[in-house]
Protein backbone atom coordinates (compact mmCIF):
# COMPACT_ATOMS: atom_id res chain seq x y z
CA UNK A 1 0.00 0.00 0.00
CA UNK A 2 1.16 3.30 -0.91
CA UNK A 3 0.45 6.22 1.84
CA UNK A 4 0.06 9.90 0.62
CA UNK A 5 0.27 12.52 3.22
CA UNK A 6 -1.79 12.03 6.32
CA UNK A 7 -1.91 15.60 6.84
CA UNK A 8 -5.53 16.50 7.66
CA UNK A 9 -6.51 12.44 7.44
CA UNK A 10 -8.67 10.90 9.74
CA UNK A 11 -7.26 7.30 11.75
CA UNK A 12 -8.50 4.90 14.46
CA UNK A 13 -5.61 3.51 16.03
CA UNK A 14 -6.17 -0.23 17.19
CA UNK A 15 -3.44 -2.78 18.83
CA UNK A 16 -0.51 -2.37 20.68
CA UNK A 17 2.27 -0.22 19.04
CA UNK A 18 5.93 0.43 20.27
CA UNK A 19 4.79 3.39 22.39
CA UNK A 20 2.23 4.35 24.58
CA UNK A 21 -0.98 4.90 22.70
CA UNK A 22 -1.43 8.41 24.48
CA UNK A 23 2.20 8.86 23.02
CA UNK A 24 1.41 7.84 19.53
CA UNK A 25 -1.80 10.03 19.74
CA UNK A 26 0.03 13.04 20.74
CA UNK A 27 2.85 12.19 17.87
CA UNK A 28 -0.08 11.73 14.89
CA UNK A 29 -1.53 15.45 16.02
CA UNK A 30 1.97 17.23 15.68
CA UNK A 31 2.12 16.22 11.69
CA UNK A 32 -1.64 16.64 11.23
CA UNK A 33 -3.54 13.52 11.58
CA UNK A 34 -7.38 13.20 12.99
CA UNK A 35 -7.21 10.43 15.80
CA UNK A 36 -10.83 9.50 15.71
CA UNK A 37 -12.08 6.86 18.40
CA UNK A 38 -14.37 4.52 16.17
CA UNK A 39 -14.00 3.41 12.82
CA UNK A 40 -17.03 5.58 9.91
CA UNK A 41 -17.19 6.03 6.44
CA UNK A 42 -15.27 9.18 7.09
CA UNK A 43 -11.99 7.19 8.26
CA UNK A 44 -9.09 7.59 5.90
CA UNK A 45 -7.23 4.61 7.72
CA UNK A 46 -7.31 1.76 10.51
CA UNK A 47 -3.68 1.88 11.85
CA UNK A 48 -3.16 -1.73 13.03
CA UNK A 49 -0.59 -2.92 15.80
CA UNK A 50 -0.25 -5.94 17.52
CA UNK A 51 -3.10 -7.54 19.84
CA UNK A 52 -5.45 -5.59 17.86
CA UNK A 53 -9.01 -5.92 18.36
CA UNK A 54 -11.11 -7.33 15.56
CA UNK A 55 -14.61 -4.81 16.14
CA UNK A 56 -12.53 -2.22 14.14
CA UNK A 57 -10.86 -4.59 11.97
CA UNK A 58 -14.10 -5.85 10.67
CA UNK A 59 -15.97 -2.48 10.40
CA UNK A 60 -12.70 -1.06 9.10
CA UNK A 61 -12.95 -4.10 6.06
CA UNK A 62 -16.87 -3.95 5.66
CA UNK A 63 -16.15 -0.18 4.42
CA UNK A 64 -13.34 -0.75 2.56
CA UNK A 65 -10.98 1.77 4.64
CA UNK A 66 -7.49 0.94 4.02
CA UNK A 67 -5.30 -0.33 6.70
CA UNK A 68 -1.52 0.98 7.98
CA UNK A 69 0.60 -1.39 9.55
CA UNK A 70 2.77 -0.32 12.31
CA UNK A 71 5.66 -0.73 10.11
CA UNK A 72 4.67 1.16 7.46
CA UNK A 73 3.96 4.13 9.96
CA UNK A 74 7.69 4.03 11.19
CA UNK A 75 9.09 3.95 7.49
CA UNK A 76 6.65 7.38 7.16
CA UNK A 77 7.90 9.22 10.43
CA UNK A 78 11.13 8.59 9.38
CA UNK A 79 10.41 10.44 6.10
CA UNK A 80 8.76 13.16 7.15
Avoid: C, H
Wanted: aromatic share 4%; proline share 1%; no cysteine.
Amino acid sequence: MTMENLNGKSVVITGTFWIERKELVQELKKIGVIVMSSISKNTDYLLVGEKLGNSKLSKAEQLDIPKISEQQLINYLKKI
